[in-house]
């Protein structure tokens, strides 16, 4: 019974890794292909990112007309600064990321490049000077080497290899059995949650973009590995403007600009200081329901060491 039971078990666990890597896939293609339903203008406007400041000016916006997710939502993210935003799920964080790399159109108000609204420009111009650093990074059954010129396919060995000493895995890969060319994926090496991000650090410094929105990974690394990868992410946000959807709000304590976005709108603003100074403001609230929820997991470390 055992024997007649085992392929169908390799079967199951097949399927659900299909299903993962078409999760992993659907999420990628989300970010990097756009919908049918946004077109290029017939005269499109060059777009040159320089200073790259961004502008959301009374932004109204939903995927469905009966459901508005956005609401007359306006902010500025000045040359090289850095925003924030945080709020609880569903609220429209990822929709406002989504919106800047213009994978839908808005209803009301514009989005701003330097000045030019992003509806104006190529959309393949607009993406390919935005750097995404994604929740999780989808790796090719390829080279490590492929992996992170994927980003800027006409990238030189050597820029390849710099970018990977920015992002700290350099080393890890001159490790690996084939160094740069060895396969890495479902069907290579493995890599482990925190490498992979350090290859979305190492795409985005070689791509070398002036804009980078990086969405902050929910699954939590553990603690040392976790403060490793902020500070390589720290390093790379620094001179480029900055748009970071942040889950743990200690990581995002020095952002020039914090927006707490709720059911669509923006319910607060300001410094992480300026907001905690808010007592029973959203921010405050949950910046003290994170703390108690990482006290909580100090003093269950303390116990397990002590058992
Ligand atoms: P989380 O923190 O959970 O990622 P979020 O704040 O980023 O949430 P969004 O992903 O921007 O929230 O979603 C905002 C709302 O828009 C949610 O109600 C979501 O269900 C809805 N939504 C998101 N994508 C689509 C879509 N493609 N079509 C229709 N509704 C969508």
């Given at each position: 019974i055992l024997q007649l039971y085992q392929p169908l078990n390799d079967f199951g666990s097949y399927y659900k890794s299909i299903q993962k890597n078409l999760v992993d896939m659907e999420k990628m293609l989300d970010l990097m292909h756009e919908p049918v339903e946004v077109k290029d203008p017939i005269k499109p406007t060059p777009l040159n990112v320089e200073k790259g400041e961004i502008e959301f000016r009374n932004v109204t916006f939903a995927y469905d007309e009966r459901n508005p997710i956005l609401k007359n939502v306006s902010f500025r993210v000045p040359s090289g600064q850095t925003v924030a935003i945080v709020g609880p799920?569903?609220?429209g964080k990822s929709t406002l990321l989504r919106l800047l790399l213009r994978f839908y159109d808005i209803q009301e108000g514009c989005i701003l490049i330097d000045g030019i609204d992003?509806?104006?420009?190529k959309q393949q111009e607009l993406r390919g000077q935005i750097g995404v650093v994604p929740q999780d990074t989808v790796l090719f059954n390829n080279t490590i080497k492929y992996n992170i010129r994927y980003?800027?396919?006409?990238?030189t060995d050597e820029e390849v290899a710099a970018a990977a000493v920015a992002a700290k895995i350099h080393e890890k890969i001159l490790g690996?059995?084939?160094?740069?060319d060895t396969k890495v994926g479902e069907r290579g090496l493995r890599l482990s949650g925190g490498e992979k991000q350090r290859v979305a650090i190492a795409r985005t410094v070689l791509k070398n973009p002036q804009i980078v929105l990086l969405d902050e990974?929910?699954?939590?690394?553990d603690t040392s590995t976790e403060r490793h990868i902020q500070k390589s992410l720290q390093q790379m946000t620094v001179n480029r403007t900055t748009l970071i959807i942040a889950h743990r709000l200690s990581t995002i304590v020095h952002a020039d600009q914090i927006l707490v976005v709720k059911a669509g709108e923006i319910v607060e603003r300001g410094s992480h200081d300026e907001l905690m100074q808010?007592?029973?403001?959203v921010y405050f609230k949950l910046w003290n329901k994170q703390l108690k929820e990482r006290l909580k997991v100090k003093s269950k470390i303390k116990r397990l060491g002590r058992a």
């Open positions: 799920s569903g609220g992003v509806k104006e420009v980003s800027r396919i006409d990238g690996f059995p084939d160094g740069y990974a929910t699954s939590a690394l808010r007592e029973n403001g």
